[in-house]
């Protein structure tokens, strides 16, 4: 399930399910790039031909480097090291396949995660924001990861009632399609309660005529305004 997800409302945009062995960089040629957005995508993605394409349409891409990707450096910008900021240098390509592929100029930051003692290397088409912005870009992707744990967890796609291709994409569509419901009744009713809380509430009052802004509030907020109710109150007899 190759999934673009709009980190502004955590809400997938686009999403392709295959087979397995539909390499992700592949699904690259699906998307069309939006001027001025930024995709932010993972080292199985880097396909220097495609992430041109990205370029040539005005679209930024942040990505994590590989190891075996052969740099030049051309320039280099100072950075504050107390930050996790390593380094901050335009490069080209040097090898003759990735140059085709891929003329122009990029970026290349390193971070080292003062935490974990972890290090990483992120490529980008993006010259103007700070390098530190660019790993923070580059962190929020974690939040796909997030929105395939909630699918799973929540929507019960822990096994398949089927196992045909027409099943498996038919269970997946609902759960993607639930997912989606639900964050736009989150963001339209400006709820602060999770995603969770309102699913568990949508579920327990499924089969009743309840209006959703009623069946959405907060229980101390049900009772009638006027502070009565059907029940007797034995303490004021």
Request: charged content about 20%; glycine content about 4%; hydrophobic content about 45%.
């Amino acid at each position: 399930m190759h999934t673009l997800l709009d980190l502004h409302g955590n809400i997938p945009t686009f999403i392709s399910i295959t087979a397995g062995k539909v390499h992700d960089v592949n699904i690259l040629d699906e998307i069309m790039p939006e001027a001025g957005a930024f995709y932010v995508m993972d080292r199985g993605y880097v396909d220097f031909a495609r992430l041109y394409v990205f370029a040539l349409s005005s679209a930024f891409f942040v990505t994590r480097t590989k190891s075996n990707i052969v740099l030049q450096r051309r320039r280099s910008r100072t950075v504050d090291k107390t930050t996790g900021l390593r380094s901050d240098h335009t490069v080209i390509l040097t090898s003759i396949e990735s140059a085709k592929a891929y003329p122009d100029e990029l970026r290349r930051v390193r971070y080292l995660d003062l935490d974990t003692g972890k290090r990483f290397g992120f490529l980008t088409n993006n010259f103007i924001l700070p390098a530190l912005t660019i790993t923070q870009i580059f962190k929020a992707r974690w939040q796909v990861e997030l929105f395939f744990k909630w699918i799973k967890q929540h929507l019960r796609i822990k096994a398949f009632y089927g196992t045909s291709e027409n099943a498996v994409k038919t269970q997946i569509w609902i759960a993607v399609s639930v997912y989606v419901l639900v964050a736009i009744v989150k963001k339209k009713l400006g709820l602060e309660m999770s995603l969770y809380q309102i699913l568990q509430i949508l579920s327990l009052t499924l089969f009743e005529k309840t209006p959703i802004l009623q069946a959405l509030q907060p229980s101390d907020s049900r009772k009638d305004s006027d502070g009565t109710c059907n029940q007797l109150n034995l303490f004021s007899l």
